[in-house]
């Protein structure tokens, strides 16, 4: 931390700043200045609240030297983390594509697209059991039910699963089966829920929250590593803001941005950024060009009936040819597309 | 719903928008026009997801008709809802502090701090015992504990006390204390946690989150009201925006706005959203002129070593004179300051 | 400025910080720490941009010390600025009201309004001559017909003239009878417009941008006082952010916000943030409230049938209605309503 | 327009709305539904503002029907609009880069860095005479000077220019020189500079404003195409959100929204919204992966030294190395990268 001093601050406003240092157990240094004084503080562990300093008098500003994160930072791991689900390796210079439907609506429908993805080329099944929906009034998903059709779905193609766990009261029942863990946006700050999955010994994919900075995400990514568990994927998937051409941002630059400041692993969801299904394929490449490690793509085989969201659902035509775009544009910027392992 | 065709669509176009009307069992009706054609759709019963349609070709565009909030809104129920809490009701006329530390540190903070803000004329005591923090490095709460010790200072000094519930785990203990729970920012959308605390016969706080659009809000409040619980409070405390002058951006406006189209109290959090105690009373007393049912403000007694947003809190003295100011401002857009009735 | 290092910084970088410090003539001082090493630079006379030292090897960040305004802070003029204005005084502890149609439609129109509001009480009649509109097709204002008209209102009811100034080529023309020129929030950051207006000796009421921070705000202002035109009024409208209940969120934290760090004085428009009359009078009673030195408020008295912005104007006798609310609110937090000296 | 009215609406209300209709001159057209009614209008020639009716008793809302621009429109227009600058097109199938300082410094450095940049493949010279800065006292620009010194480096490199026009007193001294007239992002909405530039009959880049929406960018170009000048060429270079870990948020999503939506070409300026060096080149390249038909970048040969911006500078050997990459990009996704026509 640094407090900068007003130009016209009283020797006893610095007296005081230094005080209120030392009474933290921790140590002032004095910086001359041409125009005003700053007072660096070293020998905090962890990082202070700003606002301590910059309401005492003759404060201007209190500037954070430490960084909030630590082990989800390159300074703890100079190393590319890899997240080992099944057969694959997510992160460093890979590349690999979830796809499945927004929801797992009845079993054959998740079988037929689970069949369908994996034909087309995907490296893992997506599906929604427990949907976190606006509306009390929407489809929930088929909850446990759900659960179990993902399994059967994995059982019959090979592909490792991808789930959201909504409720902490279910979470053991979805970690069975699911191989990664999704944390929906809305939930990228309940700490509680954070808190057991840390304690897991599970992939967690850890999306954006829909108004997160960076540093709350590799925060939200801190809650989990510091319990134990080191297998977190990043997700970007939108923000919101005042744009409205899109349901959300899609804020791709945060991919570079990732991979400079975190060792983990990054991947896009263009789907949920988008909305809408003729913007989903450009955004899916845009981001294997930005070089995220994958994507993650809503995909049915009969959009107009889906439960949910299937206006941004891509047909397995369209998904396919997809795949063959991202395959080349992941090679031009220097990540190799994963080769399909499941049996 | 009403579909807007393009207006160079086909005759096929439109013909395909009509079955898929006809295909959810609901009733098209064309309604020709200058340039193009629109299709109003009657008979469903909730919400329609307008991009089923848009991705139909020949379709511009599809405008939801029916609000997506039903039990929350003033089409429901006409007259405002009184929210009960001790010997106060929230909401109509009414105008009434909710007041206390940020975090509940100790038995002795607690006690000595709630009958500060009672001397000074607060209704409410609020005091967190389990603390989101976005770092897990943070302090997050004394816990159980701090429930413990908010049952005293209630039992000291008559005061009903507004908590947070953070973690499903804990709902319950939290219940047995709290005469209004609260939702905090973060949660506005954990679904799971909102379903358990409609199946509550308890008020409940709930905090608009970083990024909610007002009908999104309205939503989650649904989620509790169509669980059978009507006793919601709703609380303003800050939008997150690009403005960096604040900790968040304090959207006043929502407070007519719910008004109009609510029939459930309103309150402001100043603390919260501006984060630095020189703007919080400035706030508050535009939250009063603005016509909210009351505030919610952070007061600690020694804000130096408070050990969660000292920099937020206004020490008693000057709480006493903001109540002052509120009482006025108040009366003067027509509300009434609840004589303090705890005893 | 101050560099922060990076915990692993080499030897090297940090010798390439102290070179490029001293190549920009500038006094380097190393600052050492517990876990790095800072380096704060002095002698600048204005602001650095960080990210010269950002892409520097080993630097974690730049933090500027110095604010970037000078003649709009508090640091170089304490006491608060008072803008005359015609027989009045902005700024200060006073309060007052400038109000009048969004356009000029006719002379008839005009004075008949005019003579409305001076009946209601506002001190300064308000009125677009020339409209910045979103689109070309709508209705772009009378021009410089709608100057003279004003000079004619001016005439017969004494009030001062506010009026928006969009164009280079007429200023001249605006300035002869304009008593306040307003430049709008779409041109904040027109700086060849700004630097005209320095040079001019009239009051320039500054409106904030749609997206500018209060930094950017400032230098805005900066540009006219620099140019050497000190007689600036702040005008808080509305930002944009993602809420998308109101046309805008009025972002009234701001109001103090400025008054601690500037001797400007600031008015809002809860006309153009609002965009609807039902929430006009609700956000002009929260900025009397909040600290505002006064409100700007559209009035028609034919609503309906108004050119511009028929939907946000207040009827006059609702406008007087609120004159009576604001001057009990102004006066609960230390202002005074100006009476109303026009002849 | 659709007005929708409220389910408790009076017969008075509905009539209220069609007699306003009507006196508008537009036809009302009543279409029953099963929760209530809404009210069809036709025969407006333009865009209606829905606050004429939702100001109105028993009135829930009013939807625009009509999109508000016209010639940007697909509707107008179906084929892509091919802006040709020198001896290229701009749109289409095409891509190209423009390179060169972000100011022009003098006459050496410039040439220079021209050289440097058609040697690496650049189709077109960018460099700024009158910069926008928000600081008075940050370096405004060579000026006219400026001017001169990209004349003379078009004459001996070739190389078409790119230049931004700030101000109307030096527009036709700029358009004498400038092959495209950029319009910057604070200028999009200065209609005075707008119009003058839709008189001329010169090329006009223009860039986002910070916080536009699609339609008001859209209608910006309309102002320029109504105008009479139809070479318009859109650029992105990011929007203002809460998002902190870049200078701007790079909204790539609006490339196939504009494509849609437009037949203006688009390209994106990664160098301002990312704001630093490292990532100009993955946003280059996700731009042309989301199907952009060109890219703007800033190049300096020596970035250490330049008086504007040199963070976000990518050095010459950067810049021909990410050529290479864009045309494999490019080329897979149906674009082609143009060839340098240059002498």
Redesign the interface.
Known sequence: M?I?M???HTKADLEAVLE?VRALKL?P?V?P????V?V?I???A??L?P??F??LPGV??A?P?????KLAGR?FKHGDTLVRVGPYEIGGKGFLAIAGPCAVESEEQTLRIAKAVKAAGAQLLRGGAFK???????FQGLGLEGIRILAKAKKETGLPIVTEV????TLEQVAEVADVLQVGA??M????LLKELGRLRKPVMLKRG??A????WL?SA??LL??GNGQVILCERG????????RN?????????VK?LSHLPIIVDPSH???????VA??A???????AHGIMVEVHDD??RALC????ALPPSEFKALMG?LS??AS??GHKMSPQKAK
Chains 1, 2, 3, 4 share one sequence.
Do not use: C
């Not at 030297?65 to 994160?69: F, H, N, P």
């Not at 976190?132 to 929407?138: E, F, G, K, Q, V």
């Not at 923000?239 to 899109?246: L, N, P």
């Not at 969201?309 to 941004?312: E, L, V, Y």
């Open positions: 640094l900068l007003n130009s016209d209120k140590k240094h910086i200045g041409a125009q005003s700053a660096g070293t020998g905090n962890g990082a609240d606002r301590e910059t309401v201007r500003d500037v030297v430490t960084k909030s994160y300074d976190p929906r606006t509306s009390p009034y929407s909504l409720d902490q009261r809305r939930n700050q309940n700490f509680a829909l108004s900075t960076l540093d709350e925060m801190e809650y510091s319990e923000v919101r803001t005042f744009s409205d051409h899109a941002t899609l804020d791709l630059t945060v991919v570079p941005a400079e950024a988008t909305g809408v299904r003729s913007r450009p955004m490449r845009a981001a294997a060009a930005a070089g959009p107009k969201d299937g206006a941004q775009d080349k544009i031009a910027v």
